[in-house]
């Protein structure tokens, strides 16, 4: 069976399951944070390590500014409520992506992660206003500032994913088979999986299910 650390997940599909039930994009993405709420909790049941969320893209930003405005206020509301639940759990929060939000939001993201630092049962990555490319392209100035070499572990150093192993798993929901500039480097030899169903709809029997299938599949890595 293999073995699993790392699961990452690109929540999509929130804004048409909210159009087509409540006619309202917003409401889709609070429904979302119900969905999140159950995969957190069974990622701890699975005893994964690592649980790493897609929630706002470097390219979310051309959304308009109501649906941008209500994401935040959404993720503002979450930390202030669950926070100390997530560190009764023993979960550790880190943000990955640039924190250029307005300063009460900047301030609340890096007071969850300094109050969980030491936490140890799982992590989560939250990606947000995260871009791959972004990232890849600031670890090689990083990599020049210093007069590094150019190699695999100088160039993993800068990502900020370091120190964390690349998914075994990624699951997409929303019926959409694409990257959306997430983890480019680190999805290298994931198995992905693309689910039909919008992210309020997905469920911990969906996950189990995906992880289950994932446990048997053969991992080459390249051998036969
Ligand atoms: C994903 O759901 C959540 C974010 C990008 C914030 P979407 O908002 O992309 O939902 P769809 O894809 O439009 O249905
Ligand atoms: C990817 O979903 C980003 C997140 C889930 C946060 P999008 O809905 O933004 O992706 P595209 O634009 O359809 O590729
Ligand atoms: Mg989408």
Known sequence: ?????????IMDGNGRWGLKHKNSRNKGHKAGLHTLEKIIKESIKQKIRYLTLYAFSTENWRRPKKEINYLFKLLENFLLNKINELHGQNIKLKIIGVKNFSNKLNKLLKSSEKKTLKNTKL???????YG????????FNMI????DKINEK????????????DPEILIRTGNTKRLSNFLLWQLAYTEIFFEKKLWPEFNEKNYINIIKKYKTI????GKI
């Open 1 to 9: 069976m293999n073995p699993l650390n790392h699961v990452a997940i």
């Open 123 to 129: 992590q989560i990555n939250l990606a947000l206003n």
């Open 132 to 139: 791959s490319k972004f990232e890849i392209l600031n670890a």
């Open 144 to 147: 020049n500032k210093n007069n």
């Open 154 to 165: 100088n160039l993993r150093k800068h990502l900020q994913t370091k120190n964390i192993p």
């Open 218 to 221: 053969k991992r080459n890595f």
